[in-house]
Each structure stands twice: as structure tokens, then as C-alpha cells.
């Protein structure tokens, strides 16, 4: 999706001077539309999420030709193709971009039936380096950043697996998107608990559309968490400046990966 007119608070700046945004991945990435633009200065936003698509898909750059999952990766104007996405933004700002979001991993994790395996968390940790390997790859100067998920707002009971009905049951897979990001030297803003939730509790579904997706008030929030504004250089800082709650974040996931790690080598 492409949007051309500024918010107001751009107004008055070059727009040689703003960054251009890419939004790629799932349904997390689609469904946030051009919300960036409201809350971020940006020259254009060009969203190529697709609902449903897994880390796995974009990996294979999977397309209209090559995919088989034509109702993902065909969708009106979209695919599962790094390449493609990065296309689109210079045809349509004749620049590369500036700032990715990418949001993957979500899908791979469910459709497996919320796993908590050693060796299918490295898959998938692979699966997302791959993706970000083609950004690196074809647009060198861009500054990426994932975020994982946030704590659902229900107990995904529509899901046939127990392991997906706890508030924590996205954890391992924010845990090895955040490896993948350290692995690959990108940005990793954990947005898990913005909304309230916890280990023990659902997140706020003030901010949710279901027990997952995010609706425009959610968007809003996440766009003004602090760590992810600076990641994406929302305040005009460089989005490669450090920042401590980023550190914090990320000694937190370390810690909670090593419980991963020993439960899974108890055979719990």
C-alpha cells in the first residue's frame, strides 16, 4: 500500500530529508495498513504484508509462478518475495527503503501447533535469517527491524493445541526471532507485553481486533512504543543509535531463552 499525502507534522520538511518505510511479513504487517504514517515522518510507506504468509514462504521467495500457496502469496498486488516488496518501493519512490518492518514467524509457529522443540525453533530462527539475508542483500543501507508478537488478548481457543492457550504461548517464537536478529546484526524490539500482558495474564483486547491481531488503537500503541520509535528512527534519532531499554529487552529475552533451553534438555 502506497500513501503519498503527509500528516501534518511533516509539513515543511523535504521530502528528500524523510525516510520511506517497507512493511512486509504477515497478517501483523498487512493489517497495520499505513498507520506508520500517522506517527512517523515518512516520504512513503509501501505495505506488502500478506495475511496468512510464514516465515517460511518468504524464505523460498515465493510468488504468483513459483508458490503453492497461491491464496497467500497471490494476493491482489502482493507475494511472499522479498525482491518484489523491494521493487515496489522504488517504483514507487524511486528510492530504496530506508526502514523495513518485517513480521514473520507468527504462522510457521501456529500452524505447527505452538512448539516449544529445540530443533524446530532452529528451523524457523533460519527460515527469518533468510528473509533478512535477501534485505541485506539487496538493499544493504536499509535498517530492519523485527518485533516478534505481543501477548494475545485470549486463550486462542479456536486452536486444537493446549500449548497454544497460555498467555506465554508466542514466547518461543519471539525468542527465536529475536536470534535470528542478533545473528543477522539487526534491530529486535520486544513488543511482547506493551498491552499489559504477561506471563500470567492476556494482553488488553481493548487494543485487538481478535485474539491476535491488533485494531487501529493498538497500531497507535505500537507506533508510540518508545524503543520501536527509536529502532525505526520515528524522533529523528538514527535508527542505529543505542538505547538502554533495547538492552534491557534484550538481557530479558536472553534470560527467558535459557529457561527455553533447559526445559527442553529436562525433557519438560
Same mark, same amino acid.
Given at each position: %500500500?502506497?500513501?503519498?499525502? /503527509? ?14 518505510? /517497507? ?18 515522518? +515518512?516520504?512513503?510507506?509501501?505495505? @506488502? ?7 517460511? %514462504? ?6 504468483? &509462478? ?5 491464496? &497467500?502469496?497471490?494476493?491482489?498486488? @502482493? ?44 528451523? /524457523? ?49 519471539? /525468542? ?7 545473528? @543477522? ?8 507485553? &506493551? ?16 485474539? &491476535?491481531? +491488533? ?30 531499554? +533495547? ?13 527455553? %533451553? ?7
Amino acid at each position: %500500500m502506497l500513501r503519498f499525502l /503527509l500528516p501534518a507534522f511533516v509539513v515543511g520538511q523535504s521530502q528528500q530529508d524523510l525516510q520511506n518505510a /517497507l512493511v512486509l511479513g504477515d497478517s501483523w504487517a498487512e493489517y497495520s495498513l499505513d498507520s506508520l504514517l500517522r506517527h512517523c515522518p +515518512l516520504a512513503n510507506l509501501v505495505n @506488502k504484508g500478506a495475511a496468512g504468509a510464514t516465515a517460511a %514462504m518468504w524464505a523460498k521467495a515465493e510468488d504468483c &509462478i513459483t508458490s503453492p500457496h497461491h491464496a &497467500i502469496c497471490c494476493q491482489a498486488n @502482493k507475494s511472499c518475495n522479498v525482491a518484489h516488496a523491494v521493487h515496489a518501493m522504488s517504483e514507487a519512490a524511486e528510492r530504496v527503503p530506508s526502514i523495513a518492518w518485517v513480521s514473520i514467524g507468527g504462522n510457521d509457529f501456529l500452524n505447527a501447533g505452538c512448539p516449544d522443540e529445540f530443533f524446530f525453533l532452529q528451523y /524457523l530462527q533460519k527460515d527469518v535469517e533468510k528473509v533478512v539475508e535477501h534485505l541485506q542483500m539487496l538493499t544493504p543501507q536499509t535498517k530492519i527491524v523485527l518485533t516478534g508478537y505481543c501477548v494475545p488478548s485470549g486463550d486462542l481457543a479456536w486452536h486444537p493445541r493446549e500449548a497454544c492457550h497460555k498467555p506465554q504461548a508466542l514466547l518461543p517464537v519471539n /525468542l527465536a526471532l529475536k536470534q535470528a536478529a542478533e545473528a @543477522k546484526a539487526v534491530a529486535f524490539v520486544n513488543v511482547s507485553t &506493551i498491552f499489559g500482558g504477561s506471563f500470567a495474564r492476556h494482553s488488553d483486547p481493548t487494543y485487538f481486533q481478535d485474539d &491476535i491481531h +491488533l485494531n487501529r488503537r493498538g497500531y497507535d500503541r505500537l507506533w508510540e512504543y518508545a524503543p520501536l520509535r527509536q529502532a525505526l528512527g520515528c524522533d529523528g534519532t538514527s535508527p542505529d543509535s543505542p538505547d538502554s531499554s +533495547l538492552v534491557s529487552d534484550a538481557t530479558e529475552v536472553r534470560a527467558v531463552w535459557l529457561l527455553v %533451553m533447559l526445559a527442553f534438555m529436562s525433557g519438560w
